[in-house]
C-alpha cells in the first residue's frame, strides 16, 4: 500500500502538468497582409504566383470564399479589434489623426490579456500612435513596427519597439515575422495572442532581390479584365511581395511544427482590402478604395487542427467583424467590454456544428459610401463625395452576375425597396461617427509624445514632402510668417522637455525658432547643419506615386517648459530666418520631466 502511495504520489505532478496541458487554452496568431487582392493567391486560381504555405491553411483548415472587410486598411483593423464596423470606434480614414480608434473601444488584445493571454503586435498598427491609442494602451503587452499608414522605405528603416524609436533589420515584412516568432517562442508555455500586420504589398514596391528576380522578367498569363489599365511591373512587384509574405509565412507555421504547439494554435491568414492595383483578381468589379466587391473581398482561411473541420471551403458571407467573437468562442473567452458586437462567431460553421446558418447582411461604409451584402444580392446605395459621387442606388445578383455587370434594381423592385430601406437605416446609424474629426492629439499620458508631420497642419509657404501625409516631413519653410501646428490635449499637466526631428543645410544654420502652447514658450536657435540625403529611391522596383522618401532626421533640443492640463494649439515658428529656409521636420517629441 505504502508503494501504491508513493507510486501516485510521484505520478501526480505528471499527470497535473498534462491535465493542464490539455486544458490549455488555444494559442491565436493572426497574419494581416495589407492590399493583397483576393486574387492574390494561388489557392484562389491566379496561376501568376505560388503561395504554398498561405493555401495550406486552407488544405490544413478552411477558407471562407465571401469575406469581406473595408475598402481600405485602418477601418478593415479597426473592425478586426473591436468586432465592431470601424465607424463606431471613430475611424474615419487613413491618416492626420482619422484612423484613431476611439478609446471607449475595448480590443481583441484586450478580451485576450483579461483571460490570462500574452499579447503581441508586430507590424503596421494604423490606429492610432500617442499613448492612449498606442498597441501598449490597447491591450499589447509587446509591439514592435510603425503605428503610420505606410512607410517611405521598408530596408531597415526607424520603426517603434513599444514607445521607443529604434532601426529596423533588413526588410520589414521578414524583421515583423522574426519579432514574432521570437514572441511565439518566448511565450511557448503559456496561452499567446500573436497579430503580425504586414505593411506589404501596399507601395512603396520594394522587396528582396530574390524575389524580384522571379519577376521582373516573367510573362504574366492571368491579367485584370481590362489589360490597358493594369501597370505590367506594378503586378510583377505586388506578386514578388506576396511570394515574400508566403514564405514569412510559412516560417511562423514552420516555428509552431518546430515548439510543438501547431495542434493547439488556431492561425488566420487574411487581407485588409482590395488588390492596390488593377491586377487579375477574378472578374471582380473594383478595387481598393471601393465598396464594390473587387474592394472589399478578402481572402480568409483559418486553421486549427482537430477543431477546424479539414479541407473545407464556405460559400457563406462573412467580415472582419466576425474574428473578435469567433476567436473569442473557440478559446472560451468572453469579449470585454459593454459594447454590442456587429459580428458573430463561425465556430459553428468551422466546426461543422451548425447545418442552417442564416442570412444575413454585411454592411460596407467608407468615405460616405455605403453598399450591403446578403449572401445573394449586393445593393450599392450610392453616396461618395465631390466628383465621385454616385447618387442612383444598384442591385446585383452576385450568384447570376459576380462581375456586377447588370443592375436588377428594376426586375427585382421589391428586393431593391428592402434593401435601400436597409441602407437608410445603416447610413442613419454610421453617420454620425463619419464627420468631421475634431479629436485633439493627446500629450502626457506616456513618458514621450511624438507628434510627427502627418498629424500637423502647415501654414504659409510650408508643403509637405509628398501629398499622401503618412510618412511625409514639412520643408519649404521661408518665412517667419510660416508655422507648423498641431491641435493637441496636455493630459497631464507639468514640465515638458521639447525635441525636434530636424534636417537643416549648411548655409541655412542660425534661425531662431519658437514652440509655443498657449503663454508656454521656448526659443531656441538651429546652430548645427544636418543635412542627410534622400533615401528609399534606390529600393524602389517601380517608380512610386504617393509615398515620400525619407531622411535621418536628427534630433535638436528646444528646451523644457511647463504646460497645462487641457486643449490647445501647439505651434512651431521661425522668429527669424537666416538663410533660404529654416529646416525640414519630421517629429516633435515632448518628453515628460517628472
Not at 473595408?70 to 470601424?86: D, I, K
Not at 491641435?487 to 534636417?503: F, P, Q
Amino acid at each position: 500500500m505504502r508503494t501504491l502511495v508513493l507510486s501516485l504520489t510521484l505520478l501526480l505532478p505528471i499527470a497535473t502538468a498534462w491535465s493542464q496541458e490539455t486544458t490549455r487554452r488555444p494559442n491565436v496568431v493572426v497574419l494581416l497582409s495589407d492590399d493583397q487582392g483576393w486574387g492574390d493567391l494561388s489557392i484562389h486560381g491566379n496561376t501568376n504566383l505560388s503561395t504554398p504555405n498561405i493555401d495550406s491553411l486552407a488544405r490544413d483548415g478552411a477558407l471562407f470564399e465571401r469575406f469581406f472587410v473595408c475598402p481600405v486598411c485602418s477601418p478593415t483593423r479597426a473592425e478586426f479589434l473591436t468586432g465592431r464596423y470601424h465607424a463606431r470606434g471613430g475611424v474615419r480614414g487613413v491618416s492626420t489623426g482619422q484612423e484613431r480608434l476611439d478609446l471607449d473601444e475595448r480590443t481583441i488584445a484586450d478580451t485576450f490579456k483579461a483571460a490570462g493571454y500574452a499579447t503581441g503586435a508586430f507590424g503596421k498598427w494604423h490606429n492610432g500612435l500617442q499613448s492612449p491609442y498606442h498597441p501598449n494602451d490597447r491591450g499589447f503587452d509587446e509591439y514592435y513596427g510603425f503605428c503610420s499608414g505606410h512607410w517611405g522605405d521598408y530596408f531597415s528603416p526607424p520603426l517603434r519597439h513599444n514607445n521607443e524609436m529604434v532601426r529596423g533589420h533588413g526588410f520589414t515584412a521578414d524583421d515583423f515575422t522574426e519579432h514574432a516568432m521570437t514572441f511565439i517562442e518566448q511565450n511557448r508555455q503559456r496561452p499567446f495572442f500573436c497579430y503580425v500586420p504586414f505593411n506589404t504589398p501596399h507601395s512603396p514596391m520594394q522587396v528582396p532581390d530574390e524575389y524580384w528576380d522571379r519577376f521582373k522578367n516573367k510573362k504574366l498569363e492571368m491579367l485584370h479584365y481590362n489589360p490597358a489599365e493594369e501597370e505590367i511591373n506594378f503586378t510583377r512587384a505586388a506578386l514578388a511581395m506576396c511570394e515574400n509574405i508566403d514564405w514569412n509565412v510559412g516560417r511562423v507555421l514552420k516555428k509552431l511544427d518546430e515548439l510543438k504547439l501547431a495542434d493547439n494554435t488556431i492561425v488566420v491568414f487574411f487581407a485588409d482590402n482590395g488588390p492596390n492595383s488593377w491586377r487579375w483578381n477574378d472578374g471582380m468589379k473594383g478595387r481598393k478604395g471601393s465598396t464594390d466587391e473587387g474592394g472589399i473581398r478578402s481572402p480568409l482561411l483559418i486553421r486549427w487542427p482537430g477543431h477546424v473541420v479539414k479541407g473545407n471551403r464556405f460559400s457563406q458571407i462573412a467580415g472582419a467583424i466576425d474574428l473578435l467573437p469567433t476567436l473569442a468562442d473557440f478559446a472560451g473567452i468572453k469579449p470585454v467590454g459593454d459594447k454590442k458586437l456587429d459580428g458573430a462567431s463561425l465556430k459553428p460553421l468551422l466546426t461543422g456544428s451548425s447545418a442552417n446558418w442564416p442570412d444575413r447582411t454585411i454592411v460596407s461604409f467608407y468615405n460616405n459610401r455605403l453598399s450591403l451584402r446578403t449572401q445573394q444580392y449586393r445593393f450599392d446605395a450610392g453616396g461618395g463625395q465631390g466628383k465621385k459621387a454616385v447618387m442612383s442606388a444598384t442591385l446585383y445578383d452576385m450568384i447570376a452576375d459576380p462581375g456586377q455587370k447588370r443592375d436588377i434594381s428594376k426586375q427585382q423592385p421589391e428586393v431593391a425597396a428592402r434593401m435601400a430601406e436597409e441602407a437608410k437605416k445603416w447610413r442613419t446609424e454610421l453617420s454620425p461617427k463619419a464627420g468631421k474629426d475634431d479629436r485633439p492629439f493627446t500629450i502626457g499620458y506616456s513618458a514621450s509624445t511624438p507628434l510627427p508631420a502627418r498629424d500637423g497642419v502647415s501654414h504659409g509657404s510650408i508643403q509637405r514632402s509628398d501629398t499622401a501625409p503618412n510618412c511625409s516631413f514639412f520643408t519649404h519653410w521661408t518665412s517667419p510668417d510660416d508655422r507648423i501646428t498641431w491641435d493637441v490635449e496636455v493630459g497631464r499637466a507639468g514640465r515638458y522637455e521639447a525635441v525636434v526631428y530636424y534636417t537643416c543645410a549648411a548655409g541655412d544654420v542660425g534661425s531662431t525658432i519658437e514652440l509655443s502652447l498657449g503663454n508656454a514658450k521656448i526659443q531656441t536657435k538651429v546652430a548645427e547643419a544636418h543635412d542627410p540625403p534622400l533615401y528609399g529611391k534606390e529600393h524602389d522596383r517601380v517608380e512610386r506615386k504617393a509615398e515620400s522618401y525619407m531622411k535621418d532626421f536628427k534630433p535638436m533640443k528646444l528646451g523644457t517648459f511647463e504646460l497645462p492640463s487641457g486643449r490647445g494649439e501647439l505651434a512651431l515658428r521661425a522668429l527669424q530666418v537666416a538663410g533660404k529656409q529654416v529646416m525640414d521636420v519630421r517629429y516633435i517629441v515632448l518628453n515628460r520631466v517628472e
